[in-house]
């Protein structure tokens, strides 16, 4: 290698980053402190990020159908059309956002609460047909029989045991006050900042797109910032598509089984429709969850209920399997089974439900640029395999 002005360059930045990789390897408790710092100091603006990001998919979809062709005329029309389509389509979004959140708190909320109380009444019926069927079950292990007839459930008594629990709870509640208070106004105050910080973008999303390319070129090699732009773009691509097949696929589904279970007379349909829906949020694992939830509330009503439900449930995965996951979704993700097991059980493990609902796209997004990559080097060694 020639010692050129260019690869003595090369080399002063590769010593200068080994020293720093060096000295925060020594010192790895100090580079965790101040990396905590400015993650808390970074936190307001990633929120504000991901709301910008989840906020674009209903934005751009209200301004390209709503104001498209109003932007193309001409004169004072399209000028107004062009001046307002941003603003009006945030607006919007923010209001469909909001509105889904409520209706399903007023739907999801009353319902539960409902189905909790008939749970515990129809318990509290079921206790002396146990305890008649254990006693005339196991009438020689007379320890058994001596169980069953101390089985008991009083609703007041549970009640009674809360309010303990509390009271007792009371001393630890009052000294965890302030700091639970601050916890919560900071919360709020990220929150707010992330808002605010979400709308910005989204209202200036071209010029900062622009002020971010300027200063990439300006300070990158052309050719790495081509390669950020098409990996940003693959990135914002797949995400987009994912976030809006998945909600629409668990619409369906969740009104699907709402629509199935109405028809068959099924207790629960309206809560477990909600819940379902919810659940088919989070792939893989989601639309499980939901089915043994639901198959446990219509197991305390009806018995036979809850396992013709497992079977209805089985039927309709296989059609939202096989029929409407692909073209909803279709192959958006573009990610193989094996790889999207990785990816659920990966972010379920590293960041919880949030976890699984980023790393599939994201698992998805390396798995594209990985695959690109191997392309490209199986073309240089002129490499076929069929």
Known sequence: MELNKENMKKIRWLIAFAVILYVGVQHLDVVLKYVKVLWGLLLPFVIGGAM??????????????????????????????????????????????????????????????????????????????????????????????????????????????????????????????????????????????????????????????????KAAYAILPVKTVEYLGHVCTLASKVFASFITGQCIEAVILGSMFFVSMTIGRFPYAMLIGVLISFTALIPVFGGIIGCWVGFFLILMVSPLKAFAFLALFVILQQIEGNLIYPHVVGNSVGLPAIWVLVAVTLGGNLMGIVGMLIFIPLVSVLYTLFREWVYERLDKKKVKIS
């Not at 932007?71 to 469909?96: C, D, H, Q, T, Y």
């Not at 001596?146 to 009271?167: F, H």
């Open 52 to 213: 910008a990001f989840v906020l674009n998919v209903p934005m751009a979809f209200i301004e390209r159908h709503l104001f498209g062709k109003a932007r193309e005329k001409e004169g004072k029309a399209g000028k107004a059309a062009n001046r307002l389509a941003r603003p009006v389509s945030l607006v919007l979004s923010i209001v469909l956002v909001v509105l889904v959140v409520l209706v399903v708190v007023l739907v999801v909320a009353p319902e539960l609460g409902r189905t909790l109380v008939s749970v515990v009444k129809k318990v509290e019926e079921d206790i002396p047909f146990l305890q008649k069927w254990l006693t005339d079950t196991f009438q020689s292990d007379s320890e058994v029989v001596k169980w069953a007839s101390t089985i008991e459930i009083d609703p007041q008594k549970i009640i009674d045991s809360i309010i303990s629990v509390l009271k007792n709870g009371a001393d630890n509640l009052v000294s965890s006050t302030i700091t639970v208070t601050m916890g919560l106004v900071s919360m709020a105050v990220n929150f707010a900042i992330g808002f605010v910080f979400a709308c910005y973008v989204l209202l200036q999303k071209e010029r900062l797109g622009k002020q971010v390319l």
